[in-house]
Every structure is written in C-alpha cells, then in structure tokens.
C-alpha cells in the first residue's frame, strides 16, 4: 500500500523539473513509508517527458498528455489516477518545499482530511517578497475570490501545495470542472459543500523570478470564479 502521492504537473518544464524532481526524491527516499511521484506533462512542447524519463529516481512515473488542457486538468488527472492514502500536488518550480508535508501529517492523524498551505497566516515566510503594489492587489483579489465564492478566512486559495486524502480525493475531484486558472477555488469551494474541514498551515515560499502572474492571468481567474459562483448558484457541486 502506497501512503503518499506526489503530482507534480508540468508544462515545457524541461529546465526546472529535474532540480525540483532531485529534491523531492532526496527527501522521501529518507523516509520510512512507502510514495510514489507521478509527473504530469500538459501537452509539454520541449522535451519535459524524455529528460523526467531519462532520471534514475524509484517510483516516478509519467503521465505524458499530448494536447494542452490547463492545470487544473493535469492535477486532477494526476490525484485520480495516484493510489496513495494520501495525496498532495505541488508546483514544478519547488516554491513550496516537499519537507512541508511533515506539517500536514498531524492533521491528517487527527482525522482531517485536507491541509493547504497559505502564505497569509501566522508563521509563513516569504523568502522573495513581492512589490508593495503587488501584495496589496493581491489582497483586494482574494477578497473579491473569499465574496464570490463563499470560502470566508482563506485568504491563499492559489499556494500550489495542497494534501488529501484518498477518500477526499474520490469525493472532491470527480466533480471539478474548472481546468485552468481557478480550479483551487473550485476544489476547496466542493470541499466545503461536501462538509470537509479545510486546514492551512503555514509555509516558506520561495518566489521563481520566473513564475509571474501577470494581471491578465488574474482576470482570467477572475472570470472563472465568476463561473464558479454560477455553477453554485445553479447547484452543479452539489
């Protein structure tokens, strides 16, 4: 039995997978339970699939998607399609360290079943701050996110690290539909709707210069929360 999933989806990650790969690999293969890392590429046009193929590291996996579908697809793919009691997806770019699921095993031992991380509350760290400008206009977004979507004191819907379990999984991801910009929004929104406790923790982010969001992303978001709101409205999620 497999105790814990991690999916790492990926798009012309070629450059920065190996790194990040070396790194959660080091780190499990220190541990006493059993994992699995499975590799989701979303229609990758470099050569993502054949350098993640090409690295000696024990129970990784490819999921290699021919066509592009967005995020939000690929990590559910690869949740769906994992076979640990728990699972978590992470980012390629490493900004959220694998060291910080030992913050999500004490909640998942008192009987919780998902842990984020969130960068906006007591203890996180962020290693490269953001502009002023850019900290306050993320804030007012997240409030507009919290107004729409009804997910009231989670102020980071977006750190792309994030724990379930297998029945949590089974339960939630079956039911998204969102497969780009917003489908963090949408899992936690039918988490809630499904009656889970939704726990954060805190982290230390380190921000890739080369992961910028730019402001028309944040509209796209936007817009897709916006369907959200209307498929809950119109009682999709249940």
């Known amino acids: 039995m497999i105790k814990l999933s991690v999916v790492i989806p990926a798009y012309n990650e070629e450059k920065r997978l190996p790194k990040t790969l070396k790194a959660v690999d080091s780190y499990l293969k220190k541990q006493k339970y059993s994992y699995e890392i499975i590799v989701v590429s979303d229609g990758s046009k470099d050569k993502t699939v054949q350098v993640v193929q090409g690295l000696s590291i024990k129970n990784l996996r490819v999921i290699d998607n021919k066509q592009n579908h967005g995020k939000g697809y690929v990590v559910r793919q690869g949740m769906l399609k994992a076979k640990g009691e728990y699972r978590l997806f992470m980012d390629a770019d490493n900004a959220t360290t694998i060291n910080h699921v ?35 206009l ?68 380190i921000n890739d210069a080369e992961s910028k969001v730019s402001f028309k992303g944040m509209v796209k978001m936007l817009l897709e929360v916006i369907d959200i709101r209307f498929n809950m409205l119109k009682k999709i999620y249940g």
Not at 116 to 121: L, N, V
Not at 156 to 176: L, R, Y
Not at 182 to 197: P, S
């Open 102 to 136: 030992e913050g999500m095993w004490p909640e998942f031992e008192k009987g919780n079943e998902i842990v984020i991380c969130s960068r906006d509350i007591k203890g996180s760290v962020i290693a490269v701050p953001q502009p002023l400008w850019r900290r306050k």
């Open 138 to 205: 993320g804030d007012v977004f997240n409030l507009i996110v919290q107004v729409l979507s009804g997910l009231w004191g989670i102020w980071d819907t977006q750190c792309g690290f994030k724990g379930f379990s297998k029945k949590a999984v089974q339960d939630i991801f079956p039911k998204a539909v969102i497969d780009r910009w917003a489908f963090d929004v949408e899992l936690l929104v039918i988490a809630k709707k499904q009656g889970y406790n939704i726990i954060e923790i805190p982290v230390t982010w």
